[in-house]
């Protein structure tokens, strides 16, 4: 069954490596991650941002089908489906939809606001049984409609939020969503290592894992991140191994039109590199 990410991360913090966040977009992405998960004996988390819900329908379409594979395929391997960026009301949706996990954002409320709204959904989680990522200090970029304008988070608002017994939390420390611009002037691990000596211990989150080099992976995770969010990577790979395949006429010939045929090496894409990431995160055979 799938499991809250609560238990997956505090082990991750504890061994010294992260939980890869993947975000899903369809059919194709799920079972690409879930059965690389498998094959590498890895803790996964299954984000989906409200747009991508939309997009397969609903929440409750999504927990239907993640559900299903997760039982068809055979999985055993500690999974979790998370909200991603979440409002209040996709909050709410979430939880009714079956989630495991919530992340409910409210950094770009004014801090008192984000504290109250967090402490709302910190209990209502723990009721549910489910587990709450929160964050502080926007994260840069763009993620379905989700902006942020970068902000470093302050340390005295994350001790704050922590505090509210939230499970994981989100610091905003220079990182951004999608492709880093060329200049960027990388993560502020000063500021990282101050939210962890403040925090009480809990599990860190990285967004916009995409592009950040190996080095900076591995130093943000000593200083206390268990878990890394990858959606802009595997949406890249996907597209470049669709376009190879056009490019080189194979949907012209025979029945490579057909899309089990013409999206079968964007699945394999992002099989290689959740992969990848599993192995950069240090989360193989960690199950």
Same mark, same amino acid.
């Given at each position: 069954?799938?499991?809250?990410?609560?238990?997956? !991360?505090?082990?991750?913090?504890?061994?010294?490596?992260?939980?890869?966040?993947?975000?899903?977009?369809?059919?194709?992405?799920? $079972?690409?991650? !879930?059965? %690389?998960?498998?094959?590498? *004996?890895?803790?996964?988390?299954?984000?989906?941002?409200?747009?991508?819900?939309? &997009?397969?329908?609903?929440?409750?379409?999504?927990?239907? %089908?993640?559900?299903?594979?997760?039982?068809?395929?055979?999985?055993?391997?500690?999974?979790?489906?998370?909200?991603?960026?979440?409002? +209040?009301?996709?909050?709410?949706?979430?939880?009714?939809?079956?989630?495991?996990?919530?992340? #409910?954002?409210?950094?770009? &409320?004014?801090?008192?606001?984000?504290?109250?709204?967090?402490?709302?959904?910190?209990?209502?989680?723990?009721?549910?049984?489910?587990?709450?990522?929160?964050?502080?200090?926007?994260?840069?970029?763009?993620?379905?409609?989700?902006?942020?304008?970068?902000?470093?988070?302050?340390? @005295?608002?994350?001790?704050?939020?922590?505090?509210?017994?939230?499970?994981?939390?989100?610091?905003?420390?220079?990182?951004?969503?999608?492709?880093?611009?060329?200049?960027?002037?990388?993560?502020? #691990?000063?500021?990282?290592? =101050? /939210?962890? +000596?403040?925090?009480?211990? /809990?599990? !860190?989150?990285?967004?916009?894992?995409?592009?950040?080099?190996?080095? %900076?992976?591995?130093?943000?995770?000593?200083?206390?991140?268990?878990?890394?969010?990858?959606?802009?990577?595997?949406?890249? *790979?996907?597209?470049?191994?669709?376009? $190879? &395949?056009?490019?080189?006429? =194979?949907?012209?010939?025979? $029945?490579? #039109?057909?899309?089990? =045929?013409?999206?079968?090496?964007?699945?394999?894409?992002?099989?290689?590199?959740? $992969? @990848? =990431?599993?192995?950069?995160?240090?989360?193989?055979?960690?199950?």
């Amino acid at each position: 069954m799938l499991v809250n990410a609560k238990q997956m !991360l505090e082990k991750a913090a504890a061994e010294g490596y992260a939980v890869a966040q993947i975000n899903i977009n369809n059919l194709e992405w799920t $079972k690409a991650v !879930l059965t %690389m998960a498998q094959e590498q *004996s890895s803790p996964v988390i299954l984000g989906v941002t409200g747009g991508a819900a939309k &997009y397969m329908v609903s929440f409750s379409t999504v927990a239907a %089908m993640v559900k299903e594979m997760f039982k068809s395929l055979g999985i055993t391997v500690p999974v979790a489906l998370h909200l991603d960026h979440g409002t +209040d009301t996709q909050c709410y949706a979430c939880i009714e939809a079956g989630f495991t996990s919530i992340m #409910f954002d409210g950094s770009h &409320y004014p801090f008192a606001e984000n504290l109250a709204k967090t402490k709302e959904f910190v209990e209502l989680a723990r009721a549910k049984g489910m587990s709450i990522e929160a964050e502080v200090g926007a994260i840069g970029g763009e993620e379905d409609g989700v902006v942020g304008a970068g902000d470093v988070a302050d340390p @005295e608002e994350c001790r704050q939020i922590a505090e509210l017994g939230v499970d994981f939390l989100a610091a905003g420390i220079g990182n951004i969503h999608g492709v880093y611009p060329e200049g960027w002037i990388g993560l502020d #691990f000063d500021v990282l290592g =101050k /939210i962890r +000596d403040v925090s009480g211990g /809990i599990p !860190l989150v990285l967004h916009g894992g995409t592009g950040i080099p190996a080095e %900076m992976i591995q130093k943000a995770i000593s200083l206390g991140v268990a878990k890394i969010n990858v959606n802009t990577e595997c949406q890249l *790979s996907f597209a470049a191994a669709t376009r $190879k &395949y056009i490019e080189e006429g =194979k949907d012209k010939t025979g $029945k490579g #039109f057909d899309p089990r =045929k013409l999206l079968a090496p964007g699945y394999e894409a992002i099989r290689q590199t959740v $992969k @990848e =990431k599993f192995e950069l995160f240090g989360s193989v055979g960690k199950a």
